[in-house]
């Protein structure tokens, strides 16, 4: 990549990372069609990506569990299989044509879209027992999470993200909430732990290709994290559900260019 486009990418990954950061999300699915609307060969753009995503979900993981809303426990329960599969999905990357995995892609950036079109609401879970279900309490908050739903679609989400370089957040913020019964705050800060791990796991299965370019990857990691920051500050300016609606019409158009590009 050459310094003019390196430039213009880390104004775009800013300007990513600070609206997303609004709704709260880290940008990484636009990391990848970014970078290869700048030239950049999938597997390259794959591995920058999950180096920034690990940088700024690391940073915003550090915040969260200053405010105690990272459940530490349940992290280290659901982690080691979606880690793993990161990993893998990394590794199993090198061996997928490229048409293939951008059509992979395009379908990761539709089904964002979906989320970002109907934000994840947090529901009452009825306190009980089951097979496999586990009595948590953090703060205030009680609750009882379902391992045996949670953790297949986490690790599931883990070799996907892996895979195409994004976070996998977008998938495992909802299986919490929605599935495995975890409050809002507490699952948005434990994700933001999960996630740093998985997109490091990734990154780290992308390394035996050669794909990783640090010149590049540093830079655009530091304006990730700026814009982080930016948007945190400015989230509560902004009406979140205008956003939601304008980055999930962006997705799908991002998804439309991803297919036309993997078939021409």
Known sequence: MSVGFL?????AILAVSTVFSMVGQGGGVL???????LGTDFHEAATTSLFVIAAT?????????????????????IEPPTFGMAFVGGLVAQYIGVPALKVVFAAVLIVASFFMFRPTRESEAKLGQGWG???????????????????PI???????AGMVGVSGGLFKLPAM???????MRIAIGTSSLMVTAT???GFLGHI????????????LAASAFAGGRIGSALSVRVEAGMLRRLFAVILLLASAWMIVNAVT
């Open 7 to 11: 430039v213009i990418g880390i104004a």
């Open 31 to 37: 990391y990848v069609p970014i970078l290869l609307a």
């Open 199 to 201: 997109a490091l796991a």
């Open 133 to 151: 279900h586990w009595r948590r309490s953090m703060g205030d908050s009680d609750y009882i999470v379902r391992l045996p739903i949670l953790i």
């Open 177 to 183: 909430i929605l599935l495995g019964g975890v409050p």
């Open 154 to 160: 986490t690790t599931a989400a883990g070799f996907v």
């Open 208 to 219: 035996p290709g050669g794909y990783f370019q640090p010149w590049v990857a540093i830079p």
């Open 57 to 77: 979900s690391g940073s915003a993981a550090i915040m969260y569990r200053r405010r105690r809303f990272v459940d530490w426990k349940l992290a280290l329960a």
